[in-house]
């Protein structure tokens, strides 16, 4: 082990696949970067690489553990009803200048679990509102974003509890450089292969056009019906500004989106879900007609709860995701209480918003037209993870056929 428990040439090369894969980054093109202050390592890395690819300018925003928790411990109770609209107006504003997004994951997924879960859910659902004019750029696909992540001390022990601090901040860094493919000898080449082979994928389940997946497994037997038009994704992706990107760096996903009257059923959660600084596990929901009926959790059901009380289309699905048990991120037996890792190594669900551009044309119909189609809205979107490999899935053809998808977590 280097003096620094992170490999700095892993780290640099994130950075470069973060701008070149991730983003794309254009010349003259701004950059809004979002991070835990803990990141600062890699965000000078971002920068550079940025400056180097002919970025604009690059503007970050800091947040911080400590400064998050002040707020919990000493701010006067109706200050949980605020969020800073300013700032996501302005982040909005900047997309709408074609400025790119990226955001650095890395935030302790338990930084929330003592605080009041009534405190936590107000605090949720005034950043969701406030956050919704930069998120429906980002959904909507209209600029070229990014999400990466960086090995945070208190995650790193989170994730591997009998280590030493250091030991595990290593082996957290050296994870996520594997899932994020930096630790191969030519990263961009391995991502212009890797993007193929989940090209591949979804060009037959989109020719498919199934009607519906029927997956079954412990605790679960959920039907799941698809859009009218749905398309399925995954990948790289081009967003309406034209520029091609990867939006989340590791990805193992192909996804579409599914209609939000038509899953009927119960599912079981397969891995924890961390939600905002929350810990939920074991859910087991019951859909009605596309509605969550009921929904139960071992830890965190009283936020699981709340979180679907933000709005109508919260106790609805707006994502339907197949990843392959064999996954790299599978494989690599660390659960990360991290969704852009653990939604990486197990098939999953979203609760809340749809992707637009999961409909053939989809980022240029409206709100309505996307509605009437079965794609669910919300100010919320959350994946959580029902696949293993003790679940099959069916696909169920519009003629009622049933071919199948994937057998005990592999693709059929
Ligand atoms: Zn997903
Ligand atoms: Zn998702």
Redesign the pocket.
Known sequence: MTTSPIDPIKLDKLAEVAIKVGLQLQPGQDLVMTTPMSALPLVRRITEHAYKAGAGLVQTIFSDEEMTLARYKYAPDDAFDHAADWLFEGMAKAYGNNAARLSISGDNPMMLAGQDPSKVSRANRALSKAYRPALEKITGFDINWNIVAYPNTEWAKLVFPDLAEDEAVHRLAEAIFAASRVDQPDPIAAWKAHNAQLKDRWTWLTEMNFASLHYNGPGTDLTIGLADGHRWKGGASEAKNGITCNPNIPTEEV?SVPHAQRVDGHVSSTKPLSHQGSLIDEIRMTFKDGKVVEAKASKGEDVLNKVMDTDEGARRIG?V?LVPHSSPISKSGILFYNTLFD?NAASHI?LGQCYADCFEGGTAMSAEEIASRGGNQSLI?I?WMIGSDKVDIDGITQSGDRVPVMRKGEWA
């Open positions: 996804f994502e995701a939604e979203a979107h994946d």
